[in-house]
């Protein structure tokens, strides 16, 4: 059965899509492709086929189901949506193998995250960082591909307290052409 997806759709959403139906060696090939999404710009159609235990004609098959012509179709949109700057780690698997849910394991992650944070603003530096952007003659906030939302909301928060904020880069440039905000 052909499951038709839209070619604009990111490959992890195609799978997710299409996998209810997908007969049991593609989803060993669906599975495989979602835990090594991030690294299939290395890898081959044979090396997928090897690696998930099936014919090198189900990894082809799949690759059509999913809306691509060839694996280097596959490999292009992968590497387009890393060039874009989406991630494409895979989402981890509902248990992993210390017996952790997923939602445990993101919770003992926030956890740590939290502690490093307040580690970091120990002697001082919260009220150091504080005054240096207080004193400053003009602050760049600088937000590069996933950190753009973030440093942007920053620009939005410090412009209500200060005047001279500025984001770098804009959309569509790179920081070297945003280099005359630095002077």
């Known amino acids: 059965m ?3 997806t839209p070619a604009s759709r990111r490959i992890d959403a195609r799978i997710d899509a299409a996998y209810g139906e997908l007969p049991p060696q593609e989803r060993r090939v669906a599975d495989f492709l979602l835990e090594h999404l991030g690294d299939l710009a290395i890898f081959s159609a044979a090396d997928i086929s090897r690696e998930a235990g099936v014919s090198k004609a189900t ?10 012509e060839s694996f280097s179709e596959v490999r292009d949109h992968v590497r387009e949506l890393r060039h874009r700057g989406i991630p494409t780690t895979a989402p981890a698997s509902s ?3 210390e ?4 939602l445990e394991r993101h919770e003992a992650q926030e956890r740590e995250n939290l502690s490093r944070v307040m580690a970091a603003l120990e002697g001082g530096r919260l009220q150091q960082a504080v005054q240096l952007i207080s004193d400053a003659r003009r602050v760049v906030v ?5 950190g753009f939302p ?3 909301h920053l620009r939005q928060q410090l412009t209500q307290i200060r005047g001279d ?7 569509g440039q790179s920081l070297g052409r945003s280099w005359p905000l630095w002077g």
């Open 2 to 4: 052909e499951v038709s």
């Open 59 to 68: 990894v082809s098959r799949i690759f059509r189901k999913l809306g691509f």
């Open 95 to 97: 248990e992993d193998t």
């Open 99 to 102: 017996g952790l849910t997923v």
């Open 142 to 146: 600088v937000g590069l591909r996933n």
């Open 150 to 152: 973030l440093a942007l």
């Open 165 to 171: 904020v500025t984001l770098a880069p804009l959309p």
